[in-house]
């Protein structure tokens, strides 16, 4: 297999995000965004994850939604939305997170759930999520 190395530009580009339809807000009514995917690991280290949450946010990446919670389930359910609006901040590219904020428009739950899919595993990812 004849391999070719990813040149700097490509791996920019990449890091530029994808260009995904989200959940709708209603039928007819399509959400479509550019998205990144964020390291977890980069979001600790600047801070952006705080030590408090990191139980929570380490159970979340390892284990999944259903692996997030564990004995005090409205602590970890507070704890978890805290780390998808983390997630959601750092994916958003277009229009930003703070933007859809500051406009007084709130996600829905599928939407973030999809926003935290897509930060989990890319495009590939919601094959699986738009097929339910």
């Not at 995000?17 to 600047?46: N, T, Y």
């Not at 801070?47 to 929570?56: A, D, E, T, V």
């Not at 901040?89 to 759930?113: C, H, N, R």
């Not at 930060?119 to 590939?124: D, E, H, I, P």
């Amino acid at each position: 297999m004849n391999m070719n190395i990813t040149t700097i530009e490509e791996l920019k580009k990449y890091a530029e995000g994808d260009i995904v339809e989200l959940p709708p807000f209603s039928q007819g009514r399509p959400f479509v965004a550019k998205l990144s995917r964020p390291s977890m690991m980069e979001l600790v280290k600047c801070g952006k994850i705080p030590n408090s949450l990191l139980k929570s946010a380490n159970e979340l990446f390892s284990n999944g939604i259903s692996g997030a919670f564990d004995e005090d389930k409205e602590t970890a359910l507070t704890d978890l939305f805290e780390v998808i609006d983390v997630i959601c901040e750092a994916s958003f590219v277009e229009p930003t997170y703070k933007q859809i904020k500051d406009s007084g428009v709130k996600l829905t739950d599928e939407q973030l759930m999809f926003v935290f899919n897509y930060s989990q595993a890319g495009v590939k990812a919601l094959e699986s999520f738009r097929s339910e």
